[in-house]
């Protein structure tokens, strides 16, 4: 069985909730970044013995969160010895607005994983891009380098929309499935 991994900060819980729709996928351990960008004691031991790493962040102001990016720059260390090459890795992202930047967000994920020299898992999903198409259909935001979630700014952590989280479910499968295959 593989270990996944998803490390995530969250500063209002709709991306903690995100994370757990991932994990609900893939079986994953959550790591939480906390509000002053630390991961928990033994989190960097965590994250060294996963086969496959997940991020997440809220996209604020076009970019993932500070407390995010200040986790990003201490995985240096990691890094510099190559820790985490040809592990497998993923991505999410979540804000307020539809668009938001949040493609932003997810290329500085994609962009993090590729320095560690890792293997991105993109979402794999048709988008949900016809006149029909809902709130409640899968990737209905039309993702495809890794996950979109939109929570309105009003919304409590209980109304992102289902269709988001169904996304986060299958995108979380999609990632256990590739590290099985990848690290098997």
Avoid: C
Wanted: proline share 3%; charged share 15%.
């Amino acid at each position: 069985m593989s270990k996944i991994v998803i490390v995530f900060h969250s500063g209002y819980g709709h991306t903690k909730k995100v994370a757990e729709a991932v994990a609900a996928g893939s079986g994953a351990e959550l790591l939480a970044i906390d509000a002053e960008g630390n991961l928990p004691e033994g989190g960097w031991d965590t994250l060294a013995a996963a086969d496959a790493i997940v991020f997440g962040a809220p996209t604020y102001m076009g970019s993932p969160s500070w407390q995010f990016k200040k986790f990003a720059d201490a995985s240096s260390k990691a890094w510099f010895t190559q820790a985490w090459k040809d592990k497998v890795f993923g991505g999410f992202t979540n804000s307020a607005s539809f668009n938001g930047d949040k493609q932003v967000s997810l290329i500085a994920l994609q962009t993090l994983a590729s320095q560690h020299g890792g293997i991105w898992v993109s979402l794999g999903l048709l988008p949900a891009n016809s006149k029909a198409a809902t709130r409640a259909d899968v990737n209905n935001l039309g993702g495809s380098v890794g996950l979109l979630v939109q929570s309105p700014s009003d919304a409590s952590v209980e109304e992102i929309p289902s269709g988001d989280l169904a996304t986060a479910k299958l995108y979380g499968e999609r990632i256990a499935a590739v590290t099985a295959k990848l690290r098997g």
